[in-house]
């Protein structure tokens, strides 16, 4: 059995947009934006067995679109920057399908939107307080 535990997933998206933002809609501050936010309660994405036994960690950046549901679109998720093991890389994207997500909210609204999602592969040794295991 791969461990799941291990790994932290971030709740809160780094970046969020929506695809056909504008500068001016990004920065006028009457239209508040809200970033899609995870909703598993376990980590959807599973530590590759070998990289966790030889002690491999990393972190992974995928591009993510989620629809006015919060229903992530797969094929358009991509890595937009890849934690340097492809294993960890894969293992990301293979959580995808089982990620969940609230939308994304404009004024309250939920709204299509573009965002970033890191996942990080992190040994329960290396764990900081307050993060969970």
């Known amino acids: 059995m791969i461990p799941r535990w291990p790994l932290l ?3 809160a998206a780094c970046a969020a947009e929506p695809p056909d933002a ?11 934006f809200e970033a899609p936010v995870a909703t598993n309660a376990e980590p959807p994405v599973a530590y590759p067995l070998e ?3 030889q002690g491999v960690e990393g972190t992974v950046i995928l591009r993510l679109f989620a629809d006015e549901t919060g ?3 797969p094929e358009s998720t991509t890595v937009a920057e890849g934690s340097g093991y492809p294993q960890l890389d894969s293992a990301a994207l293979a959580g995808v399908a089982s990620m969940m997500f609230a939308p994304a909210r404009r004024e309250g609204t939920p709204v299509s939107a573009v965002f970033y999602q890191p996942v990080h592969f992190r040994l329960p040794s290396a764990t900081t307080q307050g993060e969970r295991q």
């Open 22 to 32: 504008t500068e001016a809609d990004l920065t006028d501050r009457r239209n508040p």
């Open 71 to 73: 229903t992530i679109v």
């Open 9 to 11: 997933m971030v709740v």
């Open 51 to 53: 990289l966790f036994e």
